[in-house]
């Protein structure tokens, strides 16, 4: 492939793919990302201008959309409103971003015949029990709690139906949480650490022992480009390092980091219909695609994170003040 368009190429997941693809590739990249808050358009700056174009515009615009899906080999789509806690206030960008975005997207690759990868989660599967055996595999049924998963559940549902439909060249990936630098500093490992470096406590939501299934975002760039260049026509893979950890673990190794105690802890509101836990079962990707992640250990990558917002406080500082009073004033 010698052209890509990467939509949200200029937030957390998307420009890591990009570095990804530049560092791997000979591909020539055109990212089109709107550049709304959560963009970390720092982290595309120095990639070389003859290998990566941006062009700032809207996924839901047809005008927008169809000149660069006919000037491109494959599109990977990413662009996404992305966080739980702001669909839970606000969902409606969340629909017209994450659905009608999506559609818009399809229709232009649809036109013009182009490979489609599109990014996605494992909230579509809605959640587990702590003590549940099983974990998610492409076969688990969709149950999707929020205003996020279920717009990201109704974007799936549309390739799916595009690919069968229209014979779109199209493939889903569904990724468990990532970490990793750039994170916006909403999330949660990202708002921890930027806590705690102002001396205060970590906010966890209701009594902490919600699991999240961690991979580092550059384990989930080459499982996408490993999709892209070798993934079955209409196939989903799901994508996971086997990183499973509840939220007081995550904090306490934060704190640790900082030599402050483990219980310096303050549980906060917990957030409406907050799923339990996620896991990964990604055999499928492991064993047809021969993929396996980089960073097996977590602590090892969450250590690097935290050095990473430690380093790079000129770049989430102007943030912190908006995204704490939004926070506040939902008690979290
Ligand atoms: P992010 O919020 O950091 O970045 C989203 C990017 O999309 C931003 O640069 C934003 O400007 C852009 N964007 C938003 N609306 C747009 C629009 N209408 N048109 C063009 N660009 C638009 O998100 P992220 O965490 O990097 O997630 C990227 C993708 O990966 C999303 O599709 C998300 O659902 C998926 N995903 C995320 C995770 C995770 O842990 N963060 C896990 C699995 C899957
Ligand atoms: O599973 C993949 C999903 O992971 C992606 O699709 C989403 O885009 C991404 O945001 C993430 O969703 P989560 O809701 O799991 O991530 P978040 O960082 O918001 O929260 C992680 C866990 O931490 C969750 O159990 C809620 C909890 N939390 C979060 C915040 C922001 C807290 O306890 N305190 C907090 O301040």
Redesign the pocket.
């Known amino acids: 492939m010698d052209r890509i368009l990467v939509t949200g190429g200029a937030g957390f997941i998307g420009s890591n793919f990009v570095h990804h693809v530049v560092a791997t590739t000979d591909a020539h990249v055109t990212v089109l990302d709107k550049l709304t808050y959560a963009a970390t358009q720092e982290s595309l700056e120095g990639l070389p201008d003859d290998r990566v174009t941006l062009v700032i515009g809207d996924i839901a615009e047809p005008e927008v959309v169809e000149p660069l899906v006919a000037d491109v080999d494959a599109v990977v789509h990413y662009a996404?409103e992305?966080?739980?806690?702001n669909s839970l206030s606000d969902p409606g960008p969340f629909i017209r971003t994450n659905v009608v975005g999506t559609f818009t997207l399809l229709e232009a690759a649809r036109k013009h015949d182009k490979r489609f990868h599109h990014v996605s989660?494992?909230?579509v599967y809605g959640d587990l029990e702590l003590d549940d055996p099983k974990r998610f595999t492409e076969d688990t049924p969709y149950n999707p709690s929020s205003p996020?998963?279920a717009s990201?559940a109704g974007s799936d549902h549309l390739v799916r139906a595009w690919v069968r439909s229209f014979g779109v060249r199209a493939t889903i990936s569904n990724?468990?949480?990532?970490y990793g630098p750039w994170q916006h500093i909403?999330?949660?490992?990202p708002?921890?650490i930027t806590e705690v470096i102002d001396g205060r406590r970590?906010?966890?939501?209701?009594d902490?022992l919600?699991v999240?299934?961690w991979i580092h975002t550059e384990d989930h760039s080459s499982a996408v480009l490993a999709i892209l260049e070798r993934g079955r026509i209409g196939e989903t893979y799901l994508i996971g390092a086997d990183g499973e950890k509840n939220?007081l673990e995550v904090v306490q190794a934060i704190l640790r980091h900082f030599g402050r105690g483990d219980d310096d802890i303050e549980f906060?509101r917990d957030?409406a219909g907050?799923?339990r836990r996620?896991a990964i079962e990604s055999g499928k990707l492991r064993q047809e695609l021969d993929w396996r992640p980089q960073y097996q250990d977590f602590d090892a990558g969450l250590e690097a994170t935290i050095e990473w917002y430690v380093a790079n406080e000129a770049w989430w500082r102007p943030h912190k003040d908006a995204v704490e009073a939004a926070?506040a004033a939902k008690g979290?």
Not at 175 to 178: D, I, K, L, M, V
Not at 202 to 206: A, D, Q, S
């Open positions: 996404a992305s966080h739980n806690d989660t494992d909230e996020y998963s990201k990724c468990s949480n990532n909403e999330k949660f490992i708002r921890q970590p906010r966890v939501y209701g902490g919600n999240r299934d939220n906060v957030r907050h799923d996620y926070y979290q």
